[in-house]
C-alpha cells in the first residue's frame, strides 16, 4: 500500500490534470452598468460524443475521514467534470494521469475556500470527497448519448493523508 501526501491546490501544480476554478488572478470586468464584476471563462468545458450537452446540478456530498483509503477512482472520456463548492470548506480533489489505459500514481489536492476544480475528459480522479460536514457542490459536465463513466478499482489501495 502506498501513502499519497496532500498538497495545497495551485494552477500550477492541477494543470496536467484541467484547471484550478478561482476568482483570484482571473480575467475579470464590470457588468450590468457596474454593478457585477464578472470572472470571465475560468475553465473549459469539454463535450464529446454524441448528442453532448452540458449539465448544471448540485450534488450534495457526505464528508470522509482522512486518512483516506483510495480503493477506487473513476474517469469521463466523453466530457470534463467541473465542482464548485457552495460553501467556505475545503475539500480533498484527487487526479492520475492514464497510463496505458489505468491510471498512474495518484495525486491528491486540497482546496483553498472559494476554489473549485474543472477535471478534464478522460483524466482519473476519486469521486467527491468533502471533509468537514455535508457540502453541496455545483457541478458543470456532460449528457447526452454514449457511456460517459469508465471505472478503475486499485489492486492495493492507496492511503491519503495530510503532510
Not at 5 to 13: D, F, H, N
Not at 81 to 92: M, T
Not at 115 to 143: C, Y
Request: overall charge negative; hydrophobic content about 40%.
Amino acid at each position: 500500500m502506498s501513502t499519497i501526501l496532500i498538497e495545497p491546490l495551485t494552477p500550477e501544480a492541477f494543470a496536467p490534470f484541467g484547471q484550478v476554478i478561482q476568482m483570484e488572478g482571473a480575467h475579470h470586468y464590470p457588468i450590468n452598468n457596474g454593478m457585477t464584476e464578472r470572472y470571465h471563462d475560468l475553465a473549459k468545458v469539454e463535450l464529446g460524443g454524441v448528442h453532448a450537452r452540458p449539465l448544471i446540478s448540485i450534488f450534495r456530498g457526505q464528508p470522509y475521514e482522512l486518512p483516506l483509503t483510495l480503493k477506487l477512482v473513476e474517469r469521463h472520456p466523453l466530457g470534463s467534470q467541473a465542482f464548485y463548492p457552495l460553501s467556505n470548506l475545503p475539500f480533498l480533489v484527487t487526479v492520475a494521469s492514464d497510463l496505458s489505459g489505468v491510471p498512474e500514481t495518484p495525486r491528491a489536492f486540497l482546496t483553498a475556500p472559494r476554489q473549485g476544480v474543472n477535471i478534464a475528459m478522460n483524466i482519473w480522479h476519486g469521486v467527491l470527497t468533502p471533509l468537514h460536514e455535508v457540502s453541496d457542490f455545483l457541478v458543470v459536465d456532460r449528457g447526452g448519448d454514449g457511456n460517459n463513466l469508465e471505472e478503475h478499482h486499485f489492486d492495493v489501495p492507496h492511503i491519503v493523508m495530510m503532510q
